[in-house]
């Protein structure tokens, strides 16, 4: 079985500032990671993924997570945030054995960009 | 390329009805996951179906019950409705099922279900 924890459930941040969202996860067998955004009122989008390979991923619009796996950590960062970039982001994870992809997700974060 | 959709957008249901949540997965994908996301909290796996069986379940009791269609719609009824059962449902598709691989599920918008 797998679970996941996102440490901050806001995060509240000026316009420009570095961000990073935490994410740990607790998993008896190897995962997939991920990393979700959902705006007011809308469905799931993905942000970025890590399946295998580099443990640094990123997403087009400037985000990035690094998997640990010694510290079962997948935290999100970005360098510079915009104020468009606010949103309910959750953490997700999937045994690489499971049924299908069945997805755990955390309770998620709210980020709050500031002007 | 049609994404997923999802009806109704909203529902407002009293204690003890019965309720039909309907999927349209995304053209080409076969397999049709369902979640549960209640107010502040991340989704939870209810259910998935893959090539119209039931292909994995999530802690949920057995008045959720679902139905995949031949053209891989699918639909989510809820029995006995209770005030916890309010919450966004949503609707992922992939296009594969099956252990040993990972395909991205798509998700839709969701269905707003309120229970009075």
């Known amino acids: 079985a797998q679970s996941v924890t996102q440490l901050d459930s806001q995060v509240p941040v000026f316009e420009e500032a570095p961000v990073e969202l935490r994410c740990n996860y607790s998993?008896?067998?190897?995962?997939?990671l991920f990393w979700y955004v959902q705006y007011p009122n809308q469905g799931l989008q993905l942000l970025l993924k890590?399946?295998?390979?580099?443990?640094l991923v990123e997403s087009i619009n400037g985000f990035e997570a690094e998997f640990n796996k010694s510290q079962t950590s997948f935290h999100l960062r970005k360098p510079s945030v915009h104020i468009s970039d606010t949103a309910e982001y959750f953490c997700?994870?999937?045994?690489?054995?499971?049924?299908?992809?069945?997805?755990?997700f955390g309770q998620g974060t709210e980020l709050s960009v500031k002007p | 390329e049609t994404g997923v959709t999802q009806s109704p957008t909203h529902l407002i249901k009293t204690r003890g009805q019965q309720v039909t949540l309907r999927c349209s997965s995304q053209?080409?994908?076969?397999?049709v996951s369902w979640y549960q996301q209640a107010l502040g909290q991340g989704p939870q796996f209810i259910f998935q179906?893959?090539?119209?069986?039931?292909?994995g379940r999530g802690n949920f009791p057995p008045r959720f019950s679902g139905l995949q269609f031949p053209n891989y719609s699918s639909e989510l009824n809820v029995n006995a409705l209770e005030l916890d059962d309010s919450a966004l449902y949503l609707c992922?598709?992939?296009?594969?099922?099956?252990?040993?691989?990972?395909?991205?599920?798509?998700f839709g918008p969701g269905t707003r279900l309120t229970v009075l």
């Open positions: 992922a598709s992939s296009s594969e099922g099956g252990a040993h691989s990972y395909n991205e599920q798509f």
């Open positions: 998993s008896s067998v190897s995962v997939y």
């Open positions: 890590y399946l295998s390979g580099s443990t």
């Open positions: 997700a994870v999937s045994g690489i054995y499971n049924q299908g992809g069945k997805l755990i």
């Open positions: 053209s080409g994908h076969n397999t």
């Open positions: 179906y893959y090539r119209e069986e039931e292909n």
